[in-house]
């Protein structure tokens, strides 16, 4: 009998794996690349072994680990604070039910044109910064509003190109300093002030650019590109963890999966 029902599944039944395989997609997204995914992944496996536990009517084992899983709730929201905080972001400012969501959705293939156009001119753009050693901080919004860091400086409507990012990051123009915020092909915002990550250790030769881009980068979906102007490295921060690059092919095909996300 108890197999039969188990087969006999109903609208709601499915209806509630669907909605935990949506829920477990994007915590996936949140912690991908980063330590908190090793945890996540530990915690799921104990999950699975109470559940067993409980199925065998292991009743010892089966109540040690339920205490565990109950007593350790505030535990991982210490732990997961940061990925909670974004969840909760992305949540409260996806733009899934706008009309400009909907619209991106129906001009999927246009869309995906224009975004590798405009990481191309970027990347090209870092990479001649990069031999001239001038200091560049790239903000390129997702799914997260940037309207909050997009106060703190010069709004702006303009279509992103390489000689534009040369007018802006030229070293004597008055709007180098701080970030450039791109959303959807367009340069909204230049001298843009983030917030400065000092929980995250990097190595003491990397400045206020890098602790920016991880900043904006913890607190959203953002990625952040940073040339720096001591070396001129070109860094590339997802999610609070940087990669440094020195071929910049392999940058640009990067960039371009997790925008695809």
Request: with cysteine; glycine share 6%.
């Amino acid at each position: 009998m108890d197999s039969i029902n188990f087969l006999n599944l109903g609208f709601l039944d499915i209806l509630d794996i669907v909605l935990v395989a949506v829920l477990l997609f994007y915590i996936y997204k949140l912690i991908r690349g980063t330590a908190a995914i090793n945890i996540f992944i530990g915690i799921a496996i104990i999950y699975l072994i109470w559940k067993l536990t409980q199925a065998l009517e292991m009743e010892l084992l089966s109540d040690i680990l339920g205490k565990f899983l109950g007593g350790g709730f505030i535990a991982l929201i210490i732990v997961f604070q940061q990925e909670i905080r974004k969840f909760l972001l992305m949540i409260g400012s996806t733009n899934i039910a706008s009309k400009k969501g909907i619209l991106k959705r129906f001009n999927f293939f246009k869309s995906e044109i224009i975004a590798s156009n405009h990481i191309d001119q970027i990347i090209s753009f870092c990479d001649e910064m990069a031999t001239i050693k001038t200091g560049v901080l790239i903000v390129i919004g997702r799914n997260n509003s940037l309207e909050i860091v997009k106060l703190t400086g010069d709004p702006m409507h303009i279509e992103i190109n390489k000689p534009i990012l040369k007018s802006i990051f030229y070293k004597n123009s008055p709007l180098h300093d701080g970030a450039i915020l791109v959303e959807d092909n367009i340069i909204t915002a230049t001298r843009v002030i983030l917030p400065i990550e000092n929980t995250i250790e990097i190595p003491s030769h990397f400045g206020l650019r890098h602790r920016a881009g991880l900043g904006i980068t913890t607190r959203t979906d953002a990625l952040a590109i940073v040339v720096s102007e001591e070396t001129g490295q070109i860094s590339y921060i997802n999610n609070g963890a940087f990669i440094l690059f020195e071929d910049t092919d392999d940058l640009i095909d990067i960039i371009k999966e997790d925008l695809a996300y």
